[in-house]
């Protein structure tokens, strides 16, 4: 099946633009998280949505913000861009159920990769 | 919040050497998992372990979960030169949410 879709794979942008990046997840996962991952910080959770509510979140300010349609698919958005926002965003889907802790495999994209100028 | 420390932050081995990385956690998690990244890539998942104490081999990886919770350690053995990545450790105390180490960066010289 086919795996996780993560578009565009390269966008420039300048400070203070917004920006919206998309993830098609595997089909019939419900569950979608989203990371920035960056040279110093490492890989940071922004999100996680399941059945197109937000389930759980990091500690990014309030210009990340994300939605999940229902489809499953995902979208990311970044308003008021910093050069700091320059970064690999990655998406991830699972099979997770609505409830109960457990291993459901994540698979990732192959992520946005997101330059600000 | 939850913090993971992996060590070591890189290697430079031999082909044919084993390798050994681990993570720390100053609080316990339900799960760990043990992903590796390829230049240009998301991470790939290796290794899942689900209980404290457990021992899980794939191939030539193993990973165990440590008794307390609290830490994990990946070995590789006899590495070639497609184990060149990263290799990440995660936990996870609830599904949906993962805690990622900073990853160990490894180089195989033939």
């Known amino acids: 099946k086919a795996g996780v879709t993560q578009t565009p794979r390269y966008l420039i942008k300048t400070r203070g633009q917004q920006v919206t990046l998309s993830c098609s997840p595997i089909?019939?996962?419900?569950?979608v998280s989203w990371y920035q991952q960056t040279p110093g910080q490492g890989l940071q959770f922004l999100f996680e949505y399941f059945s197109e509510t937000q389930r759980n979140k990091g500690n990014f300010p309030g210009r990340f913000s994300g939605r999940q349609f229902s489809n499953s698919r995902s979208e990311m958005n970044v308003s008021t861009l910093e050069l700091g926002d320059s970064a690999l965003y990655l998406c991830?889907?699972?099979?997770?159920?609505?409830?109960?802790?457990?291993?459901?495999?994540?698979?990732f994209g192959s992520g946005t990769r997101l330059t600000v100028v | 919040g939850q913090q993971l420390n992996q060590s070591p932050q890189s290697m430079f081995i031999q082909e044919g050497e084993d390798v050994s990385m681990n993570c720390t956690s100053s609080?316990?998690?339900?799960?760990w998992l043990w992903y590796k990244q390829d230049p240009g890539e998301g991470p790939v998942l290796l290794i899942a372990l689900y209980k404290a104490g457990e021992l899980t081999s794939n191939g030539r990886l193993t990973a165990q979960f440590g008794i307390t919770r609290k830490d994990s350690f990946l070995n590789i053995s006899a590495s070639i030169p497609s184990d060149v990545g990263i290799y990440f450790c995660?936990?996870?105390?609830?599904?949906?949410?993962?805690?990622f180490g900073d990853g160990t960066t490894l180089t195989v010289k033939p």
């Open positions: 089909s019939g996962h419900r569950s």
């Open positions: 609080s316990i998690f339900n799960t």
């Open positions: 991830a889907s699972s099979s997770s159920p609505a409830q109960g802790a457990g291993v459901y495999g994540y698979t």
């Open positions: 995660a936990g996870q105390l609830n599904a949906g949410k993962s805690t």
